[in-house]
C-alpha cells in the first residue's frame, strides 16, 4: 500500500508478508497491474553513478520515460558500494526512488520468489 509505505505479499487473500519500502517524491503510479518481467541482477546509470539494482520486478512502463516502475532491493553504487539508503530507513521520509518500490535485501528476496510474470500488483 503506498499511503503506508509497504508492501504485502498476499495469497488467497491471506497477507504472508508486510515489508516496509520507500518511493517518495516521484510518485508510484496509482492502479492495478501485472508483473511484467523479472531480473535477477538489473543494473541502470543515473548521474554518472553505475547501480546495481537486485530482484528487479518491473510492473509498469513510464510513458514517454526511460525504464520501468517496479520493486527492488535498494540499489547500490556498483564501484563504491556504498547503498543509496540504509535499511532501517525504509517507510521514512527523506529517501527517495524515482517511483519503484525498494524494499531490504531479505523483503526483495522474498518478493522475487513469490512473484512471477502476471502476478497482480495493486497500488493505491
Known amino acids: 500500500m503506498k499511503a503506508e509505505n509497504r508492501v504485502y505479499l498476499v495469497e488467497n487473500g491471506v497477507v504472508k508478508r508486510a515489508m516496509l519500502t520507500t518511493a517518495e517524491p516521484w510518485k508510484t503510479p496509482v492502479g492495478n497491474y501485472e508483473v511484467e518481467y523479472k ?54 521520509p527523506g529517501y527517495s526512488s524515482h517511483g519503484c518500490a525498494r524494499l531490504a535485501p531479505k523483503d526483495s528476496e522474498a518478493l522475487y520468489r513469490f512473484a512471477h510474470e502476471g502476478t497482480k500488483v495493486k497500488v493505491r
Open 39 to 92: 531480473v535477477r541482477h538489473a543494473a541502470s546509470t543515473e548521474d554518472g553513478i553505475h547501480w546495481y539494482i537486485p530482484n528487479f520486478l518491473s510492473f509498469y512502463q513510464r510513458p514517454g520515460a526511460k525504464g520501468t516502475i517496479g520493486f527492488h532491493q535498494i540499489p547500490w553504487d556498483d564501484k563504491t558500494k556504498k547503498p543509496a539508503q540504509p535499511v532501517d530507513t525504509l517507510g521514512l
